[in-house]
């Protein structure tokens, strides 16, 4: 059986998921109920659809449909990149001596390189359905406004991009693939919009951060009537369309008669690994398996390990709706790190509840020793990952070593997110040997912590 398993577990297209799963719908204690910034009473669908196109309003508040019905038009768009692959990560495992089974699920296998394709594909296409003229968002690293740039383009979307201006600089090749799939991009904070004049004029030659971004690219769309907000991490509606990655893994695994002892995601906002641990989950909370679930975030942005759980905005500005999830206070500016796909204060209300009620675990890692996992993993399994990936794949390596130690054959999977052609300037810092960690001191933290809205 074990000699059998393939280097890469591929499914045929008939074989991928015809609805995403709705995680929360599994819950017997729910994420409470996001609130309007301006009534701070439970949100309404009317009030979202202000924000956000319709359907994805419908979706955000939808906590009891276990499986939605994926349209045909996405299953379409899907099937030009997808099925990702499951890798059973061989070499990695010799390079180790591990008697651990390790395999990872590769969704950087499309231009913009990471997951995010997978719920800008979607948001793209109930905004065209809605007949918006455009959309507008905020990207951190660049790899969701790359997506949604890609995902506007196929349905002719106009696609307005705010990008953190730390990364607009640090990543100036991945401003041009937005730029060559149709889209606008502006460095944010930016003197375009009140919000963005009001963080320039308080923060004098700051860095920028997701929340500041999410702020103007809001202002923007809630200025225009034919536009709408598409956000690419932390909403409930984003960890459904990522739970395509989690039903393909499943199904791969079950193909082979595979059941994963531990699965291991990087969490920014918690949308990939929501996405993968989606059906695994849903087993659990059922009580018909039982798995390890670990989380894993920068030690710069420690928001599940060092948070606190409690209502907070999931902006800067103040304009998203409140979402009660861990936090380091959404005026937490995170240092400036190469994992900028991390970089943000919340987490997703589905997996903060989870990890409350001590379903999931957590845990941080400094930017240097995730560089030295990456490293290693690029020479002997040939990928070279994002640095956000590598946070996952640290820990499964973590994992491993651990049962080289006590001699258990545990199967471990992750999430290996996405490529990291765009990163060369953090891994010339590693090469270099002059990448720092940093790490905030409890102080630090509780200045924001302090200013949380008190609900
Ligand atoms: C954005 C991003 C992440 C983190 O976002 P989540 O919403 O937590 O999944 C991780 N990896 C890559 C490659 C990304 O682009």
Redesign the pocket.
Known sequence: MEEKIPYKIYLEESEMPSSWINLRAFMDKKPAPLLSPTTLKPITQEELSKVFCDELARQELDDTSKYIEIPEEIRNFYKMYRPAPLIRAYCLEKALKTPAKIYYKFEGNNTSG?H?LNSAIAQAYYAKQQGLKGVTTETG?G??GTALSMACSYFDLECNVFMVKCSYEQKPFRREVMRTYGAFVTPSPSMETEIGKKINEEFPGTSGSLGCAISEAVEVASKNPEYRYVLG?VLNQVLLHQSIIGLETKTALDKYGVTPDIIIG????????GGLIAPFMAEKLQGKKDYRFIAVEPSSCPTLTRGVYAYDYCDTGKVCPLSKMYTLGSGYIPAASHAG??RYHGMTSTLSELYDQGLMEATSVTQTEVFKVAQQFARVEGILP?P??SHAIKVAVDEALKCKETGEEKTIVFGL??TGYFDMYAYQKFNDGVMQDYTPSDEELQVAIEKLPKI
């Open positions: 990471s995010k690293a790899q969701w991490s990087c969490a920014g906002g918690g949308s990939n690994l796909g991390l994002a956000e990936s997110t996405g």
